[in-house]
């Protein structure tokens, strides 16, 4: 069992779901709303840590309900916290809406204390870092923060997985400290300028990556599966008919690190990543989605998927 530090965000999903997104100025009915865990630190996390990895989380919350939220999921999940808690912010919260008829989604995020966590608080982690296997982040923290981050694991030797999102411009060298970029095409596509819908443009696109200074770009194609730079496609794992896409690519993510945190091979990890994700879209909600280790490995069993 690796071990896999990630840095980033909790926020309470609030999901509405709806036949449409409303107008602006315009108001519609939903024909549901759930309240759970999300935000892309934690749901990785949490799906890292189903997964089998020895899971730590460096966040902020606030001193309040949605506080209480995020601890008892990641107790549930095996993560452990290592977060300070703010009176004077308030836990992280995103409006989420979801197309009925297909499932997909458009979300807001506000995340509270979370912004403020800053280079100083990331420095203080440094030897929970350091310790690592796989050190993760996202961009819904401070740059700043995201940054310094992997710094601080590339230093020590540790290998670096930064999820670009939401997408952001980044720093002159940041893509250089990544051994991994997992990228969806929105996010490709700011990154490069280049426009993903194929394979073909996923392979250019990935090279342009390279050119940057990443180790091994991913881009993760939706229903296509993923782009493993330097061995194609790996194609996507259907577990059921899809109920919800907003946590696959959490899902992914955290199955990917834990995998490459054992020493797996980034193909085979990234087989896992697309059955965890294959496997999570067919469940409601972001965080409650993520499988565990077993079902994980009973479904790349029955598909023959390793390679």
């Known amino acids: 069992m690796g071990k896999v530090v990630i840095l980033g965000v909790f926020v309470a999903d609030t999901a509405y779901r709806a036949g449409r997104m409303p ?22 996390a949490v799906a890292c840590a189903r997964m089998g990895g020895e899971t730590h989380i460096i966040s902020k919350l606030g001193q309040d309900d949605f506080a209480k939220l995020a601890l008892d999921t990641w107790a549930d999940a095996g993560v ?8 004077d912010s308030y836990t992280g919260a995103a409006h989420i809406f979801i197309e009925d008829s297909t499932g997909d989604n458009a979300i807001i995020i506000a995340p509270g204390a979370a912004a403020l966590i800053d280079v100083a608080d990331i420095d203080a982690q440094s030897a929970l870092i350091q310790s690592a ?10 740059m700043a923060a ?5 710094e601080i694991a590339r230093a020590a030797g540790v290998t670096t997985v930064l999820n670009p999102a939401p997408a952001a411009p980044l720093p002159d060298g940041m893509l250089a400290l990544c051994d991994y970029v997992t990228p969806n095409e ?5 990154l490069t300028g280049i426009a993903v819908h194929t394979v073909a443009d996923a392979e250019r696109a990935c090279q342009a990556l390279c050119d940057l200074g990443v180790g091994t770009p991913i881009i993760t194609m939706g229903e296509q599966g ?21 946590g696959a690519g959490d899902a992914f993510n955290g199955g990917f690190a834990a995998a490459l945190s054992e020493m797996l091979s980034p193909l085979v990890a990234a087989q896992y990543g697309c059955a965890a994700a294959g496997i ?15 079902i994980v490995d009973a479904l790349i069993k029955s598909a023959r998927l390793i390679f």
């Open 23 to 44: 107008k602006m100025g315009e108001t519609i009915m939903g024909n549901s709303f759930a309240l759970g865990p999300g935000g892309k630190g934690s749901n990785q």
């Open 80 to 87: 452990v916290p290592h977060v300070e808690q703010r009176s």
């Open 133 to 142: 296997d796989v050190f993760v982040t996202q961009l819904e923290q401070s």
């Open 146 to 150: 995201a940054l310094r981050g992997l």
């Open 186 to 190: 929105t996010e490709c596509e700011a």
């Open 226 to 246: 993923a782009f493993l730079y330097g061995h194609g496609l790996v194609p996507a794992v259907s577990a059921g008919a899809v109920v919800e896409t907003t």
């Open 280 to 294: 999570s879209v067919t469940t409601a909600g972001t965080a409650p989605s993520m499988p565990s280790r077993e």
